[in-house]
């Protein structure tokens, strides 16, 4: 396998490793700032939060200070996550929890707000990604800049891939939204008809094209030991070229919210201990996935794959189903239901 064989740095947060070593590696990126509406994701701390890292679409960015590792002690522990209260009425997390595929037709859930629906969910990376190194390196338009067509992401330390996971998540996910009346369009299906890719700028054109309700990009992180936790990557503004995301950062932000706080209610997984201050949440510009897209839509990184104990967590089944819940209960409370 051509990835990362070397140890992963000491566990600081400016010494995170990114997941795609080979590539060259940017050496700076500034964030914005995630800034959150108190009443979302209440008790959790917000402080200014620099973007890292494996969100993909890009060749990963570096933390270039150590912000939030004192702050993050304002992190709520597994168990002690902010209430779905805090973010998404307790009504529709609960129903949505016991949502069936096999609910009857006439079910509330067919016929409410969430019929005729859309919702993209992109799964980060291919698994065939690393056999196919010259056509993932060609150059793409993302509006405000040209990037990698795509990345091959990382991988546990026991082989375990991102793109496995991000698929498997994203079809438990489909599973889960389409169960309550939604319609579900994956960027990419596993198997031999897409051997490498989608190009960040085709996964961001199914969305827009699919008029999608909301978009989610599935992945999990690379980065140091030590470092744990998810977060979810909201659209920064931008506009250039073929970018303009001033429309969606608003709807970007509610759909994260719901997000993280579900995730973390699902899963008992914290917000993340080295990025975006405790919050879960990180605004980043650098992403093409989100820079050409029209329609509301974030990144989750669920987990950190180079960690032992979120490795674990990322390698179950049983976790992956609670995080696929998590996911859909955030999607379903944005949309309404
Ligand atoms: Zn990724």
Request: proline residues 8%.
């Amino acid at each position: 396998m051509r990835y990362e064989d070397s140890p992963p740095p000491p566990e600081s947060a400016s010494s995170v490793s990114p997941d795609r070593p080979w590539y060259g590696r940017r050496s700076t990126l500034a964030v914005a700032v995630a800034v959150l509406a108190p009443a979302v994701l209440a008790g959790w701390v917000l402080t200014e939060a620099l973007a890292d890292s494996t969100a993909d679409d890009s060749r990963p960015p570096r933390i270039v200070m150590p912000l939030a590792a004192s702050k993050a002690s304002g992190t709520p522990a597994a168990g002690s996550a902010p209430s779905p209260a805090a973010g998404t009425p307790a009504g529709p997390v609960a129903s949505s929890s016991t949502g069936s595929s096999t609910s009857p037709s006439g079910s509330p859930a067919a016929a409410g707000p969430l019929a005729g629906r859309v919702v993209v969910v992109d799964p980060g990376h291919n698994t065939g990604n690393f056999k196919h190194t010259a056509e993932i390196d060609r150059q793409v338009d993302i509006g405000t800049n040209r990037k990698e067509c795509d990345t091959t992401g990382t991988t546990t330390n026991a082989g375990y891939m991102e793109a496995a996971f991000s698929m498997d998540v994203s079809q438990r996910l489909r599973s889960l939204l389409e169960a309550q009346g939604l319609k579900v369009v994956l960027t990419h299906e596993a198997g031999p008809a897409r051997p490498f890719g989608p190009c960040i700028d085709e996964r961001a054109r199914i969305g827009n094209e699919a008029r999608a309700d909301a978009v989610v990009s599935v992945h999990a992180d690379g980065v140091s030991a030590g470092s744990r936790g998810f977060h979810v990557i909201l659209p920064a503004k931008v506009k250039g070229g073929g970018a303009d995301t001033a429309p969606i950062i608003e709807p970007s932000r509610r759909l994260g919210e719901r997000i993280a706080g579900n995730f973390a209610r699902t899963t008992g997984s914290a917000p993340a201990n080295y990025l975006g201050g405790g919050t879960g949440l990180v605004t980043r510009d650098d992403l093409g996935g989100l820079n050409l897209s029209t329609r509301p839509k974030v990144f989750i990184e669920c987990g950190n794959m180079r960690d032992a104990k979120d490795a674990a967590q990322l390698s179950s089944p049983e976790w992956r189903q609670k995080a696929a819940q998590g996911i859909a209960d955030g999607i379903v409370g944005f949309l309404g239901g």
